[in-house]
């Protein structure tokens, strides 16, 4: 069977929709520099075995997506044993707020800039009616205020139920060394170490309990950071105009005449 690439671009890049292509948020997002994760790369023995790495640490990150929205649901579900400390951190996050959950993992479609993204939940914490995405990262990074601010767009285009606000609810786990505080993860199927003191090189670390951590952040400046979304999907566009070109059913070669 030959293989064909420009199904293979719109398999990895967006959705058909009613006979309509969109491209992903995430796919958009990609195109931002993200230096951490070259440093990533660059610290793996070879590009496959970075892969793997990172495929593993997704697998971590979507069974504590999964609790957490089960959780958020009312659901009573056994924890596993990998993700009970995030768990304990994601219990005393809750405990500080009032959370409705209006619906989870639902896609929006903005007809307006064509694009389509998946929103992790749908929520009122405190009030306030948001998107709350749920992250398994080190940190809270820039990009992830274009990626929501994405779906923030598209869910008001048309939904009933419009988004005041979009926070990153960011979920980890870590060993922490007791002699230079160096942190130990082990959610890629290995260990990976960072931080520490001056005397990072100079003992056996001495690794305590795991311990859960979150973080919360609420992004404002919602013009703003569209306005940025919006030239990064123009990047994304140019970047990959010859087969953007060829796909007849992009609204947006058409509509936005932003390409050709």
Not at 131 to 154: C, H, R
Request: glycine fraction near 6%.
């Amino acid at each position: 069977m030959t293989f064909n690439y420009l199904e293979d671009f719109k398999r990895k890049n967006g959705y058909e929709i009613e006979g309509v292509w969109y491209p992903r948020v995430t796919a958009i997002c990609d195109i931002i520099h993200k230096p951490g994760l070259l440093r990533y790369y660059a610290q793996q023995p070879n590009f496959a075995a970075a892969q793997e790495s990172l495929n593993k640490a997704a697998d971590w990150g979507n069974l504590t997506h999964s609790t957490i929205e089960a959780l958020l649901s009312g659901e009573e579900i056994e924890i596993d044993p990998l993700i009970k400390p995030s768990i304990r951190a994601f219990d005393q996050w809750r405990s500080f707020h009032k959370i409705k959950p209006f619906g989870f993992e639902k896609k929006v479609i903005s007809n307006k800039y064509f694009y389509v993204g998946t929103v992790d939940a749908l929520v009122e914490i405190d009030g306030k009616v948001g998107i709350l995405d749920l992250k398994t990262s080190s940190g809270i990074w820039d990009e992830y205020s274009l990626q929501t601010v994405a779906y923030f767009q598209a869910l008001n285009e048309k939904d009933k139920i419009k988004a005041e606000s979009r926070w990153i609810l960011r979920i980890d786990q870590y060993q922490e060394c007791l002699i230079c505080g160096a942190k130990k993860r082990e959610k890629e199927g290995k260990e990976r170490i960072n931080g520490g003191g001056k005397n990072f090189f100079s003992h056996s670390h001495q690794w305590g309990p795991i311990k859960g951590e979150y973080e919360f952040k609420e992004f404002d400046n919602h013009k703003q950071d569209l306005k940025a979304f919006l030239a990064a999907k123009k990047l994304w566009e140019w970047v990959n105009r010859n087969n953007l070109s060829k796909i007849d059913n992009y609204l947006g070669n058409k509509k936005q005449n932003i390409l050709f």
